[in-house]
């Protein structure tokens, strides 16, 4: 049967590295490698003008009953003074709720031929292949209550708070777990327990979930220090998992390791259903939609692409065909293919069609 893949490619540099996605998909499907039956919509800037809001409900619905949804990035100056509600980010924050995606899975991969592209020396990066699954739904950005109070003295008392219960972090862990089993075998639990009580049940409900994967190692490690281990020395880790707060600052540590944003893909899942056993799924580069370099087609198209590679193993199973996308990725950069955001001194670039192609001609 047909598998339901919806395209939202949104605004800016999202429109042109969507474009060369939906070659690389329309060439599985003529190869018969696939068979995606494939929709587009409008996100972001795009559906505002048309529709007048971030995302219309039918493209929400689209979303919903999709295998998988591809977005590519949204926001540009042209839409700052739309009104809040309607501004493009509404689109992503309506996927995220709507899907209930709680897992947000990060890679850090280092490709062999951009090693000296990182700031920290070769030798520590080389080989560098981490998965941070952070806490999308939960925590200090939603927790209640969220308020500024005057408190008549000149003074005001700013309140965040900080909340997770058992299932929120049960079901996180799973996910980290699951892929762990899939990977290198190993789990690290970042928190704060030594000062947080929210650090205190995480670690209770992240040990108590590793009994069940007793194939799996699990660490502990305080989440300030598993920052200070990112950058001294991350090839120690496999699978992060940690909260929302701390999977912000991780995710992005860990990701700056390996160059450019241009090469970030990220996948959001939700829960399995009941029934079938699918998970809502979300696939993004974590770049946006770079107003500066929109139109001009030179935008990186890799981590569009790469986000596509997860979506064939983390919705689809197709692991050996993913492996076939990132090998096509690392192919070229090997090769000394570059777009101008991950190019070195005086190297020649080339633009996104181009790189486009130019993994496409590998994958084949
Ligand atoms: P950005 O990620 O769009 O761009 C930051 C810098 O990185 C820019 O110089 C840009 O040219 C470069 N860059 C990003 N992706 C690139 C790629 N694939 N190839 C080459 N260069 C690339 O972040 P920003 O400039 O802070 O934000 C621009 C707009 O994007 C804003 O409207 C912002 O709200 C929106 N945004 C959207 C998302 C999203 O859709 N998920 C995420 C972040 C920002």
């Known amino acids: 049967m047909a598998q339901k893949l919806f395209l939202l490619p949104g605004d800016g540099i999202g429109t042109e590295i969507m474009a060369e996605v939906a070659k690389i998909i329309a060439y599985l499907n003529s190869q018969g490698e696939t068979d995606f039956e494939l929709d587009s919509g409008l996100a972001g800037g795009a559906a505002y003008d048309k529709y007048g809001v971030a995302i219309s409900d039918e493209d929400m619905g689209k979303a919903l009953a999709a295998d998988a949804v591809i977005f590519g990035a949204v926001g540009g100056p042209k839409w700052d003074n739309v009104p809040y509600e309607h501004r493009p980010e509404a689109a992503l924050l309506r996927l995220r709720k709507e899907l209930a995606v709680f897992a947000n899975l990060r890679p850090a991969i280092c490709y062999p031929a951009l090693a000296d592209a990182s700031a920290l020396k070769r030798e520590l990066i080389e080989g560098l292949d981490i998965l941070i699954v952070r806490e999308l739904t939960g925590g200090v950005y939603f927790g209640e209550p969220k308020t500024i109070t005057d408190l008549g003295n000149g003074q005001k008392r700013a309140i965040d708070t900080q909340v997770y219960e058992t299932y929120e972090i049960d ?3 799973r996910v980290a777990f699951d892929l762990a089993r899939t990977r290198g075998h190993k ?16 670690d209770e409900v992240v040990k108590t979930v590793a009994k069940d994967y007793s194939d799996v190692t699990m660490h502990h490690i305080l989440a300030d220090n598993c920052a200070m281990q990112l950058v001294r020395n991350p090839r120690q880790f496999d699978v992060i998992v940690t909260d929302n707060l701390f999977g912000d600052i991780l995710s992005d540590t860990a990701a700056m390791l390996t160059g450019s944003l241009g090469m970030l893909p990220s996948a959001s899942l939700g829960a399995p259903d009941a029934t079938t056993g699918k998970r809502k799924a979300f696939y993004e580069p974590v770049h946006g939609s770079a107003p500066d370099i929109a139109g001009q087609g030179i935008a990186n198209p ?28 690392a192919g070229v950069l090997g090769d000394g293919l570059r ?24 994958l084949k």
Request: no cysteine; charged share 20%.
């Open 187 to 202: 789990v690290h639990s970042a928190d704060k327990k030594n000062v947080m009580k929210s650090g205190v049940l995480w």
């Open 171 to 173: 079901r996180i862990a």
């Open 302 to 329: 890799i981590a569009m692409i790469a986000s596509f590679a997860m979506a064939l193993r983390y919705s689809f199973g197709m692991i050996e065909l993913a492996n076939r996308v990132e090998a096509a990725i």
């Open 339 to 362: 777009t101008g955001d991950i190019a070195q001194d005086n190297r020649r670039t080339i633009g996104t069609e181009a790189m486009g192609a130019a993994i496409l001609a590998k």
